[in-house]
Nanobody
Framework: QVQLVESGGGLVQAGGSLRLSCAASIRTFSSIIMGWFRQAPGKEREFVAAISNGGVRISYANSVKGRFTVSRDNAKNTVYLQMNSLKPDDTAVYYC????????????????????WGQGTQVTVSS
């Protein structure tokens, strides 16, 4: 059974940093696209970042470009989201997700492309 477990969330002041991790129990992790999404209170879940199986292709939402960095360690079956210069608007539950399909610059931003989801980790940024 596939499991994705996020960690690293917490409370941080504006301008601070957090690093989220997502550990995946997927035998074929190195062949899977990984994505990060977030859902703020009262809002729909939105795309944050995605990384291709080998880490060559990366996509970011415009709202996090230049501040967030997605990476992966296939030897550890783990994907990371380094978040710098955090803003109160970044407050949300952050989810990692796994996509067994092929990379598409647009499709990796779509929630319904992803096959597996974690339970989420709360990130709260205070002003």
């Amino acid at each position: 059974q596939v499991q994705l477990v996020e960690s690293g969330g917490g409370l941080v002041q504006a301008g601070g940093s957090l690093r989220l991790s997502c550990a995946a129990s997927i035998r074929t992790f190195s062949s899977i696209i990984m994505g990060w999404f977030r859902q703020a209170p009262g809002k729909e879940r939105e795309f944050v970042a995605a990384i291709s199986n080998g880490g060559v292709r990366i996509s970011y939402a415009n709202s996090v470009k230049g501040r967030f960095t997605v990476s992966r360690d296939n030897a550890k079956n783990t994907v990371y989201l380094q978040m710098n210069s955090l803003k109160p608007d970044d407050t949300a539950v952050y989810y990692c997700a796994a996509d067994r399909g092929r990379w598409g610059d647009y499709t990796v931003t779509l929630q319904n492309e992803y096959d597996y989801w974690g339970q989420g980790t709360q990130v709260t940024v205070s002003s």
